[in-house]
């Protein structure tokens, strides 16, 4: 059983466990709305404060800021778009918390009544990616009705690629999401990726793109996860000054090794909340902020030894972290490629300049 505290941020179970689960990972999996109207909401609280439309373009809400608002995202695919994009805008309004409602795979006009129903028991701004003309033209009219702002988010950008292009567009449902060789190659990349997790390297190191390393607790595992998402082959291997280092990391391979650290602070808390969770009360060790201490200078002189980059993810996301890493590994490819050119440019002794 899961209960929503008054902070809107966090998700406590029955059992009184702090849960960091942020709600657009929930709904993202189970595809539901992120929080429950109707009943949990009193009518009036429901609304978020919706007054009626004034003469600006778009309604408004009244003029005392609200301490949050009602967002619908209407699909006719995963939603994943307009949740990065809501995303994004809901940000920038840090006084205000967004109260997300993700209404996915809206192909047909039971399924959008459905989402209406809910549009209407809590009235807000409504972003949506629809293909259909019938249905885009329901759900802007009954949004008018409530006087609630509705805007198609990919419009704008569909407008400038047929302007640029000189050619119409060609709406396909789900477009991004079909099953190519980019896809399947994302699910080979999650498959490795998860069968070489917390140590278990490959026999050959040239079927990874990306070895991770790292002590306990510096987001290893969600961060190869994410990049397997991306297309890449990932492996992590925790780092124990007390245990022998794999040898062959270090040897020849085409793997790009990269070391995650954080603070002291930060990783005695977050091993001090496993452990509670774990319930092991053997801590002493483990959470010790100079044993931590040491075990991070240890990562970096191993990473200075062999020349592998550090990135300290103590104020970074997992997505912040591995778009640094993927950062890296372009970086490394454009010197590559500059440095191939660059040698089979330069003249031979006996002969002009080689060209190609």
């Known amino acids: 059983m899961w209960i929503f505290d008054k902070s809107l941020s966090r998700v406590l179970s029955s059992t009184g466990r702090a849960a960091h689960i942020e709600i657009w990972f929930t709904s993202a999996i189970f595809g539901v709305s992120r929080w429950t109207t109707g009943a949990r909401f009193p009518r009036a609280l429901a609304a978020g404060g919706q007054a009626p439309a004034n003469k600006a373009s778009r309604p408004q809400m009244a003029n005392s800021q609200p301490s949050y608002f009602h967002l619908h995202l209407v699909s006719d695919s995963t939603g994943e778009t307009l949740t990065t994009i809501a995303k994004a805008a809901a940000v920038q309004y840090a006084l205000i918390r967004p109260i997300e409602h993700v209404h996915p795979l809206v192909r047909n006009a039971r399924q959008l009544r459905r989402a209406l129903q809910e549009i209407e028991q809590a009235p807000g701004i409504v972003l949506y990616t629809i293909v259909n003309l019938d249905l885009i033209a329901e759900l802007e009219l009954k949004c008018k009705e409530l006087k609630v702002p509705c805007l198609a988010v990919l419009q704008p950008i569909m407008q400038v690629f047929e302007s640029y292009l000189g050619a119409p567009q060609t709406p396909k449902v789900a477009g991004q999401h079909v099953l190519d060789a980019d896809y399947f190659r994302r699910i080979d990349a999650l498959n490795f990726t998860m069968a070489h997790d917390d140590g278990r390297l490959p026999d050959d190191l040239n079927d990874a793109d990306i070895i991770l390393l790292g002590i306990s607790r510096t987001s290893k595992t969600p961060t190869s996860i994410y990049l397997s998402q991306r297309g890449y082959k990932t492996a992590n291997v925790p780092l124990v000054p007390s245990l022998p280092f794999p040898e062959k990391i270090a040897g020849p391979h085409s793997a790009f090794v990269v070391c995650l650290i954080a603070s002291p602070d930060r990783i005695a808390e977050v091993r001090r909340n496993r452990a509670l969770l774990m319930a092991d009360r053997d801590l002493d060790d483990y959470v010790d902020r100079s044993r931590i201490a040491a075990e991070i200078t240890y990562t970096r002189k191993l990473c200075a030894k062999h020349g592998w980059p550090v990135i300290d993810v103590t104020r970074r996301s997992v997505e912040e972290t591995a778009a640094t890493i993927i950062r890296l590994i372009q970086d490394r490819e454009i010197e ?20 190609g």
Do not use: N, R, V
């Open 336 to 355: 590559t490629s500059e440095t191939d050119e660059s040698g089979s440019a330069a003249p031979e002794p006996t002969s002009g300049p080689t060209h």
